[in-house]
């Protein structure tokens, strides 16, 4: 069962079943487009909990990317000013060179999602440099570890095994400081995304653009390079997808729903694709009794966990997105809906901490904050408490913040007061929320009601 929680974050009794949206584009180096509606599906009836982004191939020049180093990339920030009206908050991001992932949540999931993690690994150039590689985003979401990997891998058609051979080695080297999921594996569900380049083989152009044209997509699955490598590669095999039933992604005209006209005249295939790994159990459930002796520790432990509280995984959308034509790739998106039961249900009815701003806050008084662990959780002096406008677009969008353990002023086991200097306080005035970042945990854990910072005098 899953529990929301209002600003407050006080739990209640209504269940929700949380809606995943997912976004694979090659953006060919193009700035964004000016309406991404349909790509986000914003004028849904129902809006989902979390976006997750993922694009390749965009614009990383000497000087966009040196821009890009110190403010966000003209993606990033349409993306966080579209969504942060309508609640979410970007709650990580990560980008290598070209590729760029961003996670989003409801601000009500936000006290819910932690341990927060990212990482990059290069494939191009020997794995020096990084046009090709993957970048992931990995975290806990109510108790349930997931990891996000976007991947662009090697193109042209003969390399499909190095593309294995590319994802292998990342699936190998890339790990995290988490007990529980120290590598990509050990997490409960895995999206695996991005441009993957593989491609259609064997068939020729004409055959292929007559599928196409009559929409008789599945006459061409047989000779999906994915499709094929699955087959014989043990990796590949507990990665699920759902049906290609959408015209390949690749590669098209620019500006043009037109596949490639030029003298290459390249075959159109199904290089943008979603996948994911619900992590097997460890024994068949006939084999669990007398088979329990023999696993390890951390196997054991994995066992319990899926039995007691699983997680189940729907896939209610899978296709491309036409309309979009800037780059010479379409965007793919994946809409799926997850089933959790908490594996320790009490610690999801309240977040780790309450808050809220204590008295009236001006620019021309002193201010305090009071929190309440509701938990235990790893705190430490790195722990800061954020102010931020309502519709704030990202962690790092506060209007300023205070050191947790330096300004604290007053505190027993119940209540912690921390003091405000009135010059960190805007003097526009408006209305805020405050945030509690915890260090160890790299998220929020606590998030007050909005209350009003009065305008100075």
């Known amino acids: ?17 949380p809606v995943l949206h997912m976004v694979t584009w090659n953006v060919a180096t193009a700035d964004p487009p000016d309406d991404v509606t349909t790509l986000l599906h914003l004028n849904s009836p129902k809006n989902p909990d979390l976006y997750v982004i993922g ?17 966000d990339d003209p993606w990033s920030y349409l993306l966080m000013s579209l969504l942060a009206p309508q609640k979410y908050i970007k709650v990580s991001s990560i980008r290598m060179q070209g590729l760029l992932l961003l996670f989003f949540s409801k601000l009500e999931h936000v006290p819910f999602i932690r341990d927060v993690q990212a990482t990059y690994t290069r494939t191009g150039l020997f ?13 806990s979401f109510y108790g349930h570890t997931l990891c996000f990997l976007n991947c662009h891998l090697a193109a042209h058609m003969k390399y499909a095994s190095e593309r294995v051979d590319e994802f292998e080695y990342i699936m190998d080297t890339q790990s995290f400081d988490c007990k529980r999921a120290p590598t990509i594996v050990d997490h409960r569900l895995v999206f695996w995304f991005g441009d993957l380049n593989f491609r259609i083989q064997d068939h020729g152009m004409h055959f292929v ?8 997509y599945s006459l061409l699955w047989s000779k999906d390079q994915l499709i094929m490598m699955k087959q014989k590669e043990q990796v590949l095999q507990e990665f699920e997808e759902g049906p290609l039933d959408f015209q390949p992604t690749y590669k098209f005209d620019r500006n043009s729903e037109s596949y490639d006209t030029s003298a290459k005249k390249r075959k159109p295939a199904w290089t943008d694709r979603i996948l994911w790994r619900l992590r097997p159990k460890a024994l068949p459930p006939d084999e669990e009794n007398e088979n329990k002796v023999g696993l390890d520790a951390k196997k054991l432990k994995q066992l319990e966990e899926d039995m007691e509280y699983p997680l189940k995984i729907r896939q209610d959308v899978y296709t491309s997105i036409m309309e979009y034509s800037i780059s010479d790739h379409k965007p793919v998106i994946g809409i799926f809906t997850l089933e959790v039961r908490n594996w320790k249900l009490k610690m999801y009815e309240t977040p780790l901490v309450r808050l809220r701003a204590e008295g009236d806050w001006s620019a021309d008084i002193d201010a305090m904050v009071v929190y309440s662990p509701l938990q235990p959780f790893p705190s430490s002096t790195w722990d800061w408490i954020g102010l931020y406008k309502v519709g704030f677009s990202s962690v790092s969008d506060y209007i300023t913040y205070t050191w947790v353990k330096d300004d604290e002023v007053a505190f027993n086991e119940e209540v912690i007061q921390v003091y405000v200097s009135k010059e960190e306080i805007p003097v526009q005035g408006g209305d805020c929320v405050l945030c509690y970042y915890c260090n160890a945990l790299k998220c929020i854990i606590g998030i007050s009601e909005p209350f009003q910072v009065m305008i100075w005098k």
């Not at 694009?55 to 403010?71: K, N």
């Not at 990084?130 to 990995?138: C, L, T």
């Open 1 to 17: 069962m899953l529990y929301m929680i209002s600003s407050s974050g006080v739990g209640n009794s209504r269940p929700q079943v």
């Open 55 to 71: 694009l390749q191939e965009v614009y990383s020049g000497p000087l966009r990317f040196v821009s890009d180093a110190v403010f």
């Open 209 to 216: 653009r007559i599928c196409i044209d009559k929409q008789n």
């Open 127 to 139: 794995g020096y440099w990084g046009n090709k590689g993957g970048v992931s985003i990995r975290l």
